[in-house]
Every structure is written in C-alpha cells, then in structure tokens.
C-alpha cells in the first residue's frame, strides 16, 4: 500500500487509511498507549520513496523504504545504506545491527550515525516513525545532519514478523541536491 492509498476492498463510506489513521490516533489519545501499536502499524509506509541529503557534504541521495516501524530503525538502515554503502564518511553499524533491522530475530546495541531533521528544520525523533518525515515535492525528505550528541539504542524491529527494507536507488545530481537542500530550513534545535 502506498502512502495514504485507501484499503483495499474499501465499501463506500468506509474509512480510507488516512481517516482509519486519524481515528486510531483520536482513541489512542483518550485511552492512553493501548493503541500506540495500531497507530504505529497504520504509519508504516509501503515502498514508499525517501530522499534524504546530507547537509555537511551537500549529497543526496534517493531511496525506497518498506516495512520500517519506527525511526530507530529507519536511522539505522539509512547509516548501513549510506555509510556502509561508501557514498558518506562515518561508522556504519554493525552487520549484526543491519540484519535484525531487516529481518532477522533479536535486538543489539547501535550508535547513531547522524541527527535526523525534516526540511522545516524540526528533529525528527527516533522514537517516531517514518511517516513522521515531513513530504517535500511528492517524497519525504530526510536531511542528515552530525549528531549532537552520541546516542545508542536497540537495533531491531519495531514489528518483528515485518521485514524492513531502505533500497538505494540513485544518487543524486548535485543541481538536484543543492536545489532540494536550498528548501531546506536550518535545524531549530
């Protein structure tokens, strides 16, 4: 299912995904986390396209992800991708790390590569989601930027059965990134 695609089957006057999305998060709300699973579930995105740019090198970079519960992991998966891949300068996690993110069992400590921040200049925290990353020109836009301080987490799967995929699929031009990275708001934080 592709972003905001409605489900399949849907009978009219039945919710879409954005309104089941939107309803889920009115009831978590009210009841406390009970619901925070569901609502983390319906934000899950679909082979969805990413870009994401880092500031200090002006690269960028485009990506599809599927199947990413959480931020951690898409963090995760992006340092793999783009510092395990040789196209930045860091400490890529392990491949231990990179593999219970995608979809082997179990947990293991990692460090964060980079600062996540959405092209309004807002910290995308790893504690949220991708559908989180605010949508610029049709994808979300990530901007990768030197983290502030070093964080560690549990490297693995918000949704363990699910299998979580980041695929690089292009690098981009550099007009393309400069033009993307002019739209960008320095971070607020």
Known sequence: MRGDAQLPGRAPGRLGRAELRDAVARV????????????????????EPFV????AT????ALRASGI??????????ADTLIGGGHLPGTAPS???????????GQTPTTGSFNLVGADGEWIWNEGNPADVPVVDGMRLVVLDPPPYERSWSA?????????ELVLERVLAAEESRSLLAQVAQPRR
């Open 58 to 61: 002006g690269a960028g970079f």
């Open 52 to 55: 994401a740019i880092d500031r």
């Open 28 to 47: 978590a709300e009210l009841s406390g986390e009970r619901f925070q699973c569901l609502g983390y579930a319906l934000a899950v995105l679909d082979d």
């Open 95 to 105: 491949p231990e790390a990179v593999a219970m993110c995608r979809d082997r069992p």
């Open 69 to 78: 519960g959480d931020n951690f992991q898409l963090h995760t998966l992006l």
């Open 156 to 164: 693995g799967r918000f949704f363990p059965g699910m299998t979580g």
